[in-house]
Nanobody, 126 residues
Framework: QVQLVESGGGLVQAGGCLSV?????????????MGWFREAPGKEREFVAA????????YYGDSVKGRFTISRDNAKNTVYLRMDSLQPEDTAVYYCAALARAYSRSHSSPNEYDYWGQGTQVTVSS
């Protein structure tokens, strides 16, 4: 049974930083691409970042490029998202997701991902 469990969300002031993590179990983690998405009230799920298997290529959504950093520790089956220079518009529920056959699929489309976590709330106050 595959499980993705996010943690580390919370409340932060604008301009601050926060890190969230996602622990995976029940899948060959190093073979999966891992992505982060976010969903704000009334908005569609938005691509944030992705990292290819075995710590390879990274991708970022335009709205977070230069501020967010995705990383992974394959020994710990965990993917991280460090968020710097947070703004109120970054407020959302953040989800991690796992993508099989990552090099042949779209890393930015939520419909492509095979497994999802339950999400963690990130709130940025102005």
């Amino acid at each position: 049974q595959v499980q993705l469990v996010e943690s580390g969300g919370g409340l932060v002031q604008a301009g601050g930083c926060l890190s969230v993590s996602c622990a995976a179990s029940g899948l060959p983690f190093s073979s999966y691409g891992m992505g982060w998405f976010r969903e704000a009230p009334g908005k569609e799920r938005e691509f944030v970042a992705a990292m290819m298997p075995r710590g390879g290529i990274t991708y970022y959504g335009d709205s977070v490029k230069g501020r967010f950093t995705i990383s992974r520790d394959n020994a710990k089956n965990t993917v991280y998202l460090r968020m710097d220079s947070l703004q109120p518009e970054d407020t959302a529920v953040y989800y991690c997701a796992a993508l099989a056959r990552a090099y042949s699929r779209s890393h930015s489309s939520p419909n492509e991902y095979d497994y999802w976590g339950q999400g963690t709330q990130v709130t940025v106050s102005s």
